[in-house]
């Protein structure tokens, strides 16, 4: 991109509460929008793209919001039959990051992010897409407008996301102990199958009952130090249990989980896309149905519609957000 080291710029900001329909709930995103600088630059060429902003720049960005994702996000250019470029309405790229890495995939940010892009296309009364396309680290992703209000308040947003298959593994019981230690299990026979996801990292701990979910008080110093195998990588540790029609609050839900996230800088994410592509290929098979609705039993909480796409690998993740801050943030290029 052309040299404009020194300059000042300012740059809209968002926070946006994902999968959920209120304020101060569900999962907290920040969504950069670097659209208007682009727009206002002097070099409209291939080389002005958001990809080759400095990753150091954005990780601090992403440090000082503190929140468990922050999205970058930059229209594509596309150049018309006369030559002229202009910004694309519906393909962008993104990036996300936590406060002290960058990450492949993030559901609750992308979701933060198509619903602040679709409320800001409304605005200007051009031909809205129904279909936003994002490239990032885990490929091509989408997101599709479902909501029938024409209003966009809250529009329910539809993403396409790649599955994570977990696969039964088998720990020597000394991990056992441990990882039951880190994340205060108190019996045994509360854990009833373990799984890992080799692509995603993730560990997916499904117990007896909702009460050992919600009962986890995780110590994340040991849950980092669990002695898990060389071949089993964890960078994520998912605990689930089958929704019980008995239990007040859950007779709407399949299934309900946690995450704890330490390793990459986010002890327990409060409603997360992509833990929801492992849980579910995982419950699809243990249900015998590829159709869920799911519960994230954090302390802010988040419902998430998921179908799985079973032959093309695939996870429709359905949800709505709401924007609870706007400004904008200074940077120094």
Not at 38 to 44: D, F, G, I, K, R
């Amino acid at each position: 991109m052309a040299n404009r080291s020194g300059e000042k710029i300012a740059v809209r900001m968002l926070v946006n509460d994902s999968f959920t329909n209120q304020i101060f709930a569900g999962n907290p995103a920040a969504v950069c929008l670097f659209q208007d600088y682009l727009a206002q630059s002097s070099t409209p060429d291939s080389e002005v793209s958001f990809p080759n902003y400095p990753s150091h720049l954005l990780q601090k960005i992403g440090k000082e919001m503190n929140l468990s994702e922050t999205a970058f996000v930059v229209p594509k250019r596309i150049k018309g039959s006369d030559g002229d470029v202009s910004l694309s309405r519906s393909h962008y790229d993104l990036r996300w990051f936590t406060p002290t890495v960058e990450v492949n995939l993030c559901g609750h940010a992308t979701l933060a992010t198509a619903h602040t892009i679709f409320k800001e296309l409304a605005k200007d009364g051009g031909s809205l897409p129904q279909t936003l396309y994002f490239n990032t680290l885990s490929g091509e992703l989408t997101v599709k407008l479902v909501s029938n209000s024409d209003s966009l308040e809250e529009p329910r947003l539809q993403m396409n996301f790649p599955q994570g298959f977990p696969k039964k593994i088998t720990l020597e019981e000394s991990v056992v102990g441990e990882l039951m230690e880190a994340l205060f299990i108190e019996k045994r026979e509360s854990i009833l199958e373990v799984h890992h996801c080799e692509k995603t990292r993730k560990l997916v701990v499904e117990v007896t009952n909702s009460h050992v979910v919600k009962k986890l008080k995780p110590n994340f110093t040991k849950l980092m130090q669990v002695g898990f195998p060389d071949s089993t990588v964890v960078k994520g540790v998912i605990v689930t249990t089958r929704a019980s029609i008995a239990e007040p609050g859950e007779e709407a839900f399949d299934f309900v989980s946690r995450y704890f996230a330490p390793w990459v800088g986010i002890d327990e994410d409060p409603v997360t896309g992509s833990a929801h592509c492992v849980l579910t290929p995982y419950w699809s098979v243990k249900l015998g149905k590829k159709h869920h609705r799911a519960f994230q039993a954090s302390e802010r909480g988040g419902i998430l519609g998921l179908e799985l796409v079973e032959e093309e690998s695939r996870v429709l993740l359905e949800g709505t957000a709401v924007t609870v801050l706007e400004g904008k943030i200074n940077l120094s290029l």
